[in-house]
């Protein structure tokens, strides 16, 4: 073979004239021949094995040369041939290759064919692969029809195909053939040809998909190949590169591949040449779009997680992204460190670098806590919740993330938020302190373990040795100094030194009787403490003492080497004899071990210590974020919501400190709209309380009792009923644990096992729920609840007999719900009998839960009883019997501090003491009754009314015969006209004897309720004579009952109820009148309307929980729309700035409430603005902000924008003083204001120009200027700037000298003539007219629009106006006694028939 082949740049090189001994294509084939000579391919494969490639290469150039002309069945048989020849070639060389007798012509040949084959294969792999591409995209996966069929087919084939492709190249590719090449180096184009063809198939969008997974990792172990022996490393690098910035789904891909090329095939450089690229990437670059940040960011992630160990030596080239603009790559890198944390830089076993890098990752981890990017926050917090769960975090750094995590709670990101709190319930899952945290019960063990940690201390430290330093150390330390005071003292003195010396030499001579060894202790004394000179000077004194000692011999001489001797002898030589005699004890062995042991007891406790402190700041840290997250469980988010939920499932399951308090919180929850919500509190409870664990039976059904019982202690009435809709679904799904648990109940109920009270109770409430879902549960079993609970026990524990008949009564439910006959029981049932008998002998008792049992009981009798109003009649009469013979007796109950003189019931009475709590126990039963007995007419009797009346009507159409439908059809329309007559005259019939039984009958001299009233009225309007707080507080909620029988009696002491309201010292007597009077304002508005004004007095009471009652009350009745809505809103405004939190969220949910109603707060702005900056209020500046920035809030649209700027323009000319004016300008600051607005604003310059002077009124008016720049068109800015310079102009220099010809020159000169005539005011009256045709636009409310615009003062008023007040004026006196200042009907309120309340 005389020619070699070279693999062609392009491929229509091969056609042309080559080099010396270059092949050239000869023969191009054309299409329509191309059959015959790919059946001649086919023969001398078959024949002459792969070298045939050589003779037909041709054949195979001209299919790719006319690739797309020729058909898909040539293009597939040609890729079929050429897959065998590359097979063929990968099965026949290995023995080629291992020989080493092969001429070179043979090899050339090999070599020829492995090029020709292997280039004209991945050619046409290309083109199939381009042509499949567009099938797929001009094809639509979803259409029929014939054609999309196929499509799809062919599509399918060459998924497969290009499998087999691959996988040909994979098994030549991976043997030596290198060898096959002079030096065996493989030219370049050969390699490029194979890789192109890889990256070709990469681009494939659908090859990150699960079904292209065969060819994929074909592909990755191809180029892995490739990289490893061919020397693909950099074009690899350079490629991932490349194709992750244009094609975003490879980012999984690379990621699977460079983890397989540097785990399987060894090529760590791999790894470091990506990272590298990607981090020389500066934050400019990153930044543009298309830049592929975001699949760097992914790729880098995915990585991250699938070689961690490989990434941590190119970190530092990533962390500088952590410093850019890009959020994406900031993500990346801490996703990397994340993973590195978790899965290499953990455990005890790290040496010293490998716990610094930790430490340091987790510095930038917590930094980027707090990043300027939410998602990045987000995503952080996501990260330490995988590192927490992988229990990877030290123990060190538990406080300091958890308190960071708490604080992410406040972000305004809903998705920090979400992380934080699935982060919080991580650290609570894992913690690994204690399975129970609750800092109250770690406070004593705390304490408990430091006093012992104290003693321990304190005891090894008198045991202690002090620690002794070894003298010729010190003296080496000393002797410089030394020296320097021995030089000194040596050197000739002053007179004044002298004289210093001789009286230290005075002092010295006391103890000149002392022997020299006693003198060299001292001086060895002084040396120690640092008295240097008086050392020195002892010591030149000893000598002459001494002058036979040996100690002192040297000094015959004094110089300061022979004194620095005798120091150092004196000081050296005493403590060495010191140690000779410790040298001479024995040794100890015991006392060392005693030591050890002393040593190790103290470190333990110290560890345990800690353990505790560390404990009880975890459990702090968790209580606090509880209380914040409890607050969100009412979040509008419902994802939100959900993580709250399971939140609080997590720390109740850890028993948390507080942790029940959220788990109540999330309960009315279950009435929530949004179903995922409801699903998810109900899930929580089903969790918690429902499934519980045991190995039998009984074992679970105990359990779950024990848990819903312990939520139920101390539970509020609106707790229990939310908890009944989960124990009704409990109840209601079949469970096999139902009538073990039921059964369970009961033996706890009535005692067979000991319970306490609390548990009893518990159980009894859960059997009403139960009942609710299944009546017989109790209808079954009322003896035993009669004779257990509400039997001659009963006056010792009222609470469970309250519960008792609270169970009793759920029973109710379905008797109300059906439309038969009402289900009632006999008088002289066992049941009413222990009621009035309980009832009666409870009235003489002075029992705190007497009133709640006998409330229950009352309402019991009136849903289940015969006559219940005989019934009760007769319970009064008993009772009042009862307290008459307890008069009579003058026992020693009558001898209270609390007596008054009472001569109401009986004349012969006189003089008599009655007990204040038995006679307001007394009056409150009266009262119970009265309303229960109203309630009983206005639904009971009136239901029961209207089925007679069916029932007959339903007979009398039975009994008509068929002539009679006849008719009926003929006349159908006109029947059907009279009978709706009919049916409504007998609604009203029966609404009127109800009326009539109640304005009449009820209050009758013959009725025993009528008795009591003129008790009540007395009590009431002296409250000086009776003022025991229990009578006086029954005695107006009585009353107040007895108001709700008629309107007659309601009239008559309405003055007196507001009187009470207004005057009563106590304050749950003006709550409880706060309430009677919202029901009354909706029984009787008219009567109540005139009073409407003393009702929002209220609002302001002294008394958080009497001004909570009115806005509770007062919310109520707006919403309802029973309450017109006026001026004095205001005052529920107020509110939003009470100290109270939760009054200011009352009040904060009216607004919110009232702004779901058209147009409500825009109509009551200019008035409550009005009230607000009224001077005699006396409110702050910064409160009358906070208000108006709430209030504000709600005006959204652009009419209304505009229509309020013009009415607050307005009321400068009213306003008087400063602090108004300010106001005004604030208000209109807080606007969102628009451009149609702000042409407003300029149209009312003379409304406020001359108060500009005033800083308050010019600073916010600038503020909108400021506001309206923004993203304002250059057009609209130019005229904001033009209104900036005029504001700043008339505040500056005044309005007179802006106004003057001069200026107006001047503005002409800068403006133009087009600004001045945008900022000139027009005339009052074309403003007038302007606001008069737009009367005609539906989106602006007319309504009251003439009470808001004031250019004129007010007709009716006589008085100059000094403030700019509602144009309703109200009194706000006191309700009092006399009747000339009783307010009369002045607007009668629309009410409902009370046929349509009847049917309701």
Same mark, same amino acid.
């Given at each position: ?181 002079? %030096? ?37 172990? @191809? ?20 194709? %992750? ?56 992630? $995915? ?259 022979? %004194? ?317 019997? @009862? ?292 001077? $005699? ?224």
């Amino acid at each position: 073979m005389s020619w070699d082949f070279f693999v062609p740049v392009c491929v229509g090189d091969l056609v042309k004239t080559g080099g010396i001994n270059q092949y050239v294509v000869q023969d191009v084939v054309p299409p329509k021949q191309l059959p015959p000579y790919l059946s001649r391919f086919k023969a001398a494969l078959r024949s002459q094995g792969p070298l045939c490639i050589l003779e037909h290469f041709d054949t195979g150039y001209s299919v790719l040369q006319h690739s797309n002309s020729v058909e898909l069945s040539v293009k597939e048989d040609t890729l079929e041939l050429l897959v065998q020849v590359v097979s063929s070639l990968a099965s026949t060389l290995p023995a080629l290759l291992v020989s080493t007798s092969v001429s070179a012509a043979e090899r050339k040949e090999k070599l020829n064919a492995v090029k020709m084959s292997v280039f004209l294969l991945c050619k046409i792999t290309e083109a199939l692969e381009s042509e499949s591409y567009r099938q797929s995209i001009v094809t639509a996966p979803g259409k029929a029809g014939k054609k999309g069929k196929a499509g799809g087919e062919g599509l399918l084939q060459w998924d497969s195909e290009r499998e087999k492709v691959l996988q040909a190249l994979v098994q030549l590719l991976q043997l030596d053939i290198r060898s096959l090449w002079s %030096l065996s180096l493989v030219e370049e184009e050969f390699i490029s040809c194979v890789t192109c063809c890889c990256y070709k198939l990469l681009e494939n969008p659908t090859i990150s998909h699960v079904k292209s997974k065969p060819t994929r990792d074909c592909i990755i172990h @191809l180029l892995g190949v490739l990289i490893k022996k061919y020397n693909h490393l950099l074009g690899a690098s350079v490629k991932v590169i490349q194709l %992750l910035q244009h094609f975003e789904q490879l980012s999984s891909v690379f990621a699977q591949a460079v983890s397989v090329w540097s785990t399987e095939y060894g090529i760590r450089a791999i790894i470091g040449e990506v990272i590298r690229e990607i981090g020389q990437k500066s934050s400019d670059e990153l930044a543009r779009e298309g830049s592929g940040v975001k699949a760097f960011s992914s790729f880098l992630s $995915e990585l991250g997680a699938l070689v961690p160990e490989l990434m941590i030596p190119n970190i530092s080239v990533l962390i500088t992204h952590l410093e850019g603009e890009s959020h994406a790559m900031r993500v990346a890198v801490c996703e990397v460190l994340g993973e590195i944390l978790v899965r290499v830089l953990c455990g005890d076993g790290l040496d010293e670098s490998g716990k610094a890098d930790r430490d340091r990752f987790f510095d930038t981890l917590q930094e980027h806590l707090h990043d300027t990017h939410s998602h990045v926050r987000a995503r952080v917090l996501q990260v330490y919740a995988r590192i927490v769960n992988s229990k990877a975090l030290p123990l060190c750094r538990y406080s300091e993330v958890m308190g960071l995590t708490v604080g992410r709670l406040m972000d305004k990101s809903i998705n920090v938020v979400k992380s934080a709190i699935q982060l919080l319930a991580a650290f609570i899952a894992h913690n690994p302190y204690s399975c129970k945290l609750s800092s109250a019960d770690l406070k004593k063990p705390l304490e408990k373990e430091t006093a012992k940690l104290r003693e321990m201390k304190e005891k090894l430290g008198a045991k202690a040795p002090v620690a002794v330093i070894k003298a010729s150390e010190l003296w080496a330390a000393m002797e410089p100094e030394l020296l320097v005071t021995v030089t000194t003292e040596l050197e000739p003195t002053s007179e004044t030194e002298r004289e210093q010396q001789e009286e230290d030499g005075d002092v010295e001579e006391e103890k000149e009787a002392e022997d020299d060894r006693a003198t060299a202790v001292k001086i060895a004394q002084y040396l120690r403490v640092n008295k240097y000179r008086n050392a020195v000077r002892l010591c030149i004194k000893a000598h002459s003492c001494f002058p036979e000692s040996e100690m002192f011999a040297s000094l015959s001489t004094v110089t300061p080497e022979t %004194l620095m001797n005798t120091l150092a002898l004196l000081f050296k030589g005493s403590d060495e004899d010191t140690s000779e005699l410790s040298q001479n004890l024995p040794p100890t062995p015991q006392r060392e071990g005693e030591k050890e042991e002393e040593d190790g007891e103290l470190k333990k406790q110290e560890m345990l210590v800690q353990y505790l402190k560390d404990t009880e700041t975890f459990a702090l840290q968790v209580e606090r974020a509880i209380s914040v997250i409890n607050t969100m469980l009412y979040w509008k988010t419902t994802s939100v919501v959900q993580e709250a939920v399971q939140f609080c499932v997590t720390v109740c399951e850890f028993s948390v400190a507080n942790s029940v308090s959220g788990v109540r919180k999330m309960l009315p929850l279950v009435w929530s709209t949004d179903a995922a919500i409801k699903d998810a509190v109900v899930q929580a409870y089903r969790r918690l309380y429902l499934n519980p664990q045991g190995d039998t039976t009984r074992t679970k059904a105990q359990t779950l009792v024990d848990s819903l019982s312990e939520l139920m202690v101390d539970a509020s009435l609106g707790t229990i009923q939310c908890l009944e809709e989960i124990v009704q679904e409990f109840f209601g799904s079949g469970s096999n644990l139902q009538s073990t648990v039921v059964q369970v109940l009961w033996e706890r109920f009535t005692g067979k096992r000991e319970t306490s009270n609390l548990q009893r109770r518990a159980a009894v409430l859960l059997l009403g729920m139960a009942a609710r879902a299944e009546r017989e549960v109790v209808l079954s079993n009322l003896d035993t609840l009669c004779s257990v609970a509400l039997g001659e026990k009963v006056t010792e524990d009222f609470l469970l007999a309250r519960d008792t008949v609270f169970t009793i009564c759920s029973i109710t439910d379905h008797v109300r719900q059906s439309k038969g006959a009402p289900f009632r029981l006999p008088q002289d049932h066992q049941l009413f009998t222990c009621l009035t008998q309980a009832i009666a002998e409870g009235v003489v008792m002075e029992d705190p839960y007497w009133q709640s049992f006998m409330e229950q009981a009352v309402r019991l009798i009136y849903f289940l009883a015969e006559s219940p109003d005989q019934l009760c009649s007769r319970l009064l009469q008993r009772s009042a019997r @009862l307290l008459q013979d307890q008069i009579a007796e003058g026992g020693e109950i009558n001898k209270n501090a609390g007596q008054i003189q009472d001569g109401s019931q009986d004349p012969n009475e006189q003089g008599e003491q009655v007990n204040c709590v038995c006679l307001a126990q007394l009056l409150a039963l009266c009262g119970c009754v009265a309303f229960w007995q109203v309630s009983h007419l206005e639904r009971s009797v009136s239901t029961e009314l209207r089925r007679r009346r069916g029932e007959k009507e339903e007979r009398e159409e039975k009994e008509k015969g068929p002539s009679s439908k006849a008719k009926q059809t003929a006349n159908e329309s006109a029947m059907e006209e009279e009978l709706g007559l009919i049916g409504a005259s007998a609604e009203d019939t029966e609404a009127e004897l109800i009326r009539k039984i109640c304005e009449t009958e009820l209050l009758a001299e013959e009725n025993l309720l009528c008795a009591f009233l003129p008790l009540l009225v007395k009590v009431c309007s002296s409250p000086g004579r009776y003022s025991h707080p229990q009578l006086t507080t029954a005695a107006c909620l009585a009353l107040s009952q007895y108001m709700m029988i008629s309107p007659s009696v309601c009239e008559e002491n309405i003055r007196l109820m507001f009187t009470v309201l207004e005057r009563s010292a106590l304050p749950v007597v003006r709550a409880n009148a706060i309430i009677a009077l919202g029901d009354l304002t909706v029984r009787f508005p008219n009567i109540l309307e005139p009073w409407t004004q003393n009702l929002y007095a209220r609002l302001s009471d002294e008394i958080p929980s009497v001004r909570q009652t009115a806005v509770t009350v007062l919310t109520q009745l707006v919403l309802k729309d029973v309450l017109k809505v006026k001026g004095q809103v205001s005052e529920v405004a107020v509110l939003l700035i009470d100290p109270e939190p939760h009054i200011a969220s009352l009040s904060l949910n009216f607004f919110n409430e009232l702004a779901a109603k058209d147009n409500a707060i825009y109509n009551l702005l200019p008035d409550i603005i009005s009230r607000l900056s009224d001077p $005699e209020r006396g409110m702050s500046s910064e409160d009358f902000n906070t208000i108006m920035k709430q209030l504000f809030s709600y005006i959204t649209k652009e009419r209304q924008t505009e229509s309020l700027v013009e009415k607050l323009c307005q009321r400068f000319r009213t306003a008087k003083t400063e602090r108004q004016w300010c106001d005004l300008a604030m208000s209109l600051s807080l606007l969102s204001m628009c451009e149609r607005g702000f042409k407003r604003l300029q149209e009312c310059w003379e409304c406020y120009s001359d108060k500009l002077t005033e800083p308050g009124v010019y600073q916010p008016l600038l503020s909108i200027t400021a506001k309206l720049r923004r993203g304002a068109k250059l057009q609209f800015k130019a005229l904001v700037d033009d209104f900036e310079k005029r504001l700043t102009a008339v505040h500056t220099r005044g309005l007179e000298n802006v106004e003057s010809p001069e200026m107006d020159e001047e503005n002409q000169k800068e403006g133009g003539p087009s600004g001045r005539t945008v900022v000139r005011t027009p005339l009052p009256t074309r403003g007038r007219t302007r606001s008069k045709r737009g009367q005609s636009k539906p989106s602006v409310s007319s309504h009251g629009d003439e009470s808001y615009v004031t250019p004129q003062k007010s007709r009716k008023s006589k008085k100059p106006v000094i403030t700019f007040s509602s144009d309703e004026e109200e009194d706000e006196e006191d309700a009092v006694m006399a009747e000339s200042e009783t307010p009369k009907v002045t607007t009668p309120i629309a009410r409902t028939s009370r046929r349509a309340r009847l049917r309701n």
